[in-house]
């Protein structure tokens, strides 16, 4: 009976030792497939995450280029818009050069003669001409070279201001001071046609070229003065947010179109005054320097940030400049 007990004991032992090694393997097998699972698992996260940061890779790639190619397609645009306007420019400038060159080739040629053929003429009638007349003859011939020099002295000015060799010294200047400048200067006194309240311009400053900015109210006046000379002008000024508007008020009806919308110097029609007859060879020098004036103050004011503009007012028109501070 002992043996049988043994033997039955033992053999339980091995049975149950068995069935714990096989419940061992199971358990080992199951974390092995665990593990397997779990490797599986991170594999695959890291290739999805790989795939989605390629794709967003691409993406930014692919954004960054769309906005380097909108980038250059609006740079492109930009020169595109450039080069047209630098292609009017140039058209306009060739345009006002061969107007100028027009103007020195055929329009002051014959002046020039004349010139001459008058001063040969006094030469050889010196002496035979009563001393009154001789007088009256030398006045004429004077007031003839001065308008010829006057039309040369334009020309010379415009072709500096087209060239760039007469750019803009900008600095803080009284705009009373630079009317009173421009109307009493050294030659000619204006004060009789153009005049302002003082007190209306107190303290206003502008950021101008001073001399070149009192050239071309100088030019700007002289032309008006010769083109319409029964005008008065009152010169009224008015402050709106950065800029100064300098009106030419008139009691009588005035067209300023000479002024405006015209491109070229060759197509600068006549105003109301212009339109009255220059039958003389004076005549047409006078006409052609007051244009030349006009074309002067205007290219002046490009220069200097002065819009010139014409306001209405009741069928009334009136000449403004817009001036920048």
């Known amino acids: 009976l002992n043996e049988l007990a043994v033997k039955y004991f033992t053999t339980q032992m091995v049975k149950e030792s068995k069935i714990l090694t096989n419940e061992k393997e199971i358990q080992q097998l199951k974390i092995g497939r665990a593990r397997t699972v779990r490797y ?25 280029s769309a906005l380097a190619l909108e980038k250059k397609n609006k740079d492109l645009e930009d020169v595109v818009g450039k080069l047209k306007m630098s292609g009017i420019l140039l058209k306009k400038l060739n345009a006002d050069k061969e107007a100028l060159f027009h103007m020195i080739t055929r329009d002051l040629r014959q002046p020039i003669r004349d010139l001459l053929a008058r001063s040969e003429q006094l030469a050889k009638d010196y002496g035979n001409i009563p001393e009154t007349g001789f007088q009256e003859k030398l006045d004429d011939l004077r007031n003839y ?3 010829i020099y006057s039309i040369f002295d334009n020309l010379v000015n415009i072709s500096a201001l087209q060239a760039g060799k007469s750019a803009p010294e900008k600095g803080k200047h009284n705009l009373i001071n630079i009317l009173f ?36 109210f100088n030019k700007l ?9 029964d005008i008065q002008y ?41 339109e009255k007859p220059y039958t003389t060879d004076a005549g047409m020098l006078l006409l052609k320097k007051l244009k030349l004036d ?4 205007m290219e002046c004011f490009r220069l200097l940030d002065i819009v010139p503009c014409i306001e209405k007012n009741e069928g009334k028109e009136t000449m403004v400049l817009k001036i920048k501070q």
């Open 40 to 64: 599986f698992i991170v594999a695959m996260s890291s290739l999805v995450l790989i795939i989605i940061l390629v794709i967003l890779s691409r993406f930014r790639v692919r954004k960054r």
């Open 145 to 147: 070279s001065v308008l």
């Open 234 to 274: 009152t010169l009224s000024v008015k402050r709106k947010s950065s800029a100064v508007h300098l009106a030419f008020e008139t009691e009588n009806a005035v067209d300023f179109s000479v002024y405006f919308n015209k491109t070229s110097l060759d197509n600068l029609k006549s105003a109301t005054g212009y």
């Open 181 to 216: 400048d421009s109307i009493h200067n050294a030659t000619e006194n204006l004060s009789a046609q153009f005049s302002f309240n003082t007190l209306d311009f107190k303290d206003i400053s502008l950021y101008t070229d001073f001399d070149l900015a009192v050239k071309a």
């Open 221 to 229: 006046f002289q032309s008006l003065r010769g083109a319409m000379p």
């Open 294 to 297: 006009a074309y002067y103050a």
